[in-house]
């Protein structure tokens, strides 16, 4: 039987939210619309978060509202407290995701509160969503390393998963925000952390800082994880980790996966036609080396 990897498609929200230019609406609206052609189960759509700290998304409701929802897509949107939950709750959000990061300094510069009160935040949160149906995924940063305390220890990240886990949070995102991680170390990382949630509820958030994204991947599928995030065109970064570069290329991902016989559902042609229509849009060229790769050899021909 084939393997299946479910991909979670992050380039509408925290591939698009650290842009410097102001991005309308209409084209979020188009991304997630063409994204949705394309295979993909799971695209992040917003997140209500407050203006003032996260221009780019203010007008995640306008978004989330305007899209094509379909029946086999998912559309979760982020949200950080109580008044982010019920905004979402009020255009019709089916999953939300609540966020932390196992590195105390991390957490204070991301969203000004210790890891402690970021649980004091969110917990109302999870217990109203599952009090009307609405799933719940959990994200921790700084997993393999932080720019402001370095290496972060395995346990660490193992406690604050499994506080998510525990709270009701169906699945945690272990994010290697800065993209230092190695091979080894995620190996090392998952090993720790499994002991405390099942691989089966955790997924992988790779930034390709060091161009180690897909080799950190392998180790997480050899450590039983079969969830990834990943950015169209490699699309994103990190306001608070100075120099790093986008989350891994969703393009990149599907070739080396389907070229390693598993399954994503996802059309590789589609995907890249996608990623040459948004880089374009946002004035670039596309981050990923397969999409990179394919025009050249087209142009060849």
């Known amino acids: ?110 969203t000004n509160a210790s890891i402690d009160e970021t649980f004091d935040r969110f917990a109302p949160v999870i217990r109203a969503a599952m009090d009307q149906r609405i799933t719940v995924r959990g994200y921790v940063s700084c997993v393999l390393g932080c720019p402001f305390e370095g290496d972060i220890d395995a346990d660490a990240v193992a406690r604050v998963a499994g506080r998510l886990f525990d709270l009701g949070c169906y699945e945690i995102s272990l994010g290697d925000t800065i993209g230092v991680g190695t091979f080894g170390g995620v190996r090392t990382m998952l090993d720790r952390v499994t002991r405390t949630v099942p691989a089966a509820n955790l997924a992988g958030h790779f930034h390709d800082t060091y161009g180690q994204a897909l080799a950190n991947i392998l180790a997480a599928l050899d450590s039983g994880v079969r969830v990834f995030d990943s950015s169209v065109s490699g699309l994103g970064g990190c306001p608070y980790a100075p120099g790093a570069s986008g989350n891994v290329a969703t393009e990149d991902v599907v070739y080396m996966l389907e070229n390693a016989g598993m399954a994503t559902g996802v059309d590789l042609g589609a995907l890249m036609t996608v990623s040459r229509w948004i880089s374009e849009t946002l004035g670039r060229e596309p981050q990923s080396r397969v999409t990179r790769a394919c025009a050249a050899h087209e142009a060849h021909r």
């Open 1 to 110: 039987m084939t393997d299946t990897v479910r991909l979670v498609e992050v380039g509408a929200r925290d591939g698009l939210q650290n842009e410097k230019q102001t991005i309308d609406p209409s084209i979020k609206i188009d991304l997630i619309n063409r994204l949705s052609g394309c295979g993909l189960s799971i695209i992040e759509a917003g997140a209500f978060v407050s203006p003032k700290w996260v221009p780019q998304m203010a007008a995640s409701d306008t978004v989330f509202t305007g899209i094509e929802r379909r029946a086999s897509v998912s559309y979760p949107v982020l949200v950080p407290n109580m008044r982010g939950f019920e905004a979402a709750a009020a255009v019709g959000a089916e999953e939300v995701a609540v966020f932390t990061a196992a590195s105390e300094t991390f957490s204070q510069k991301n």
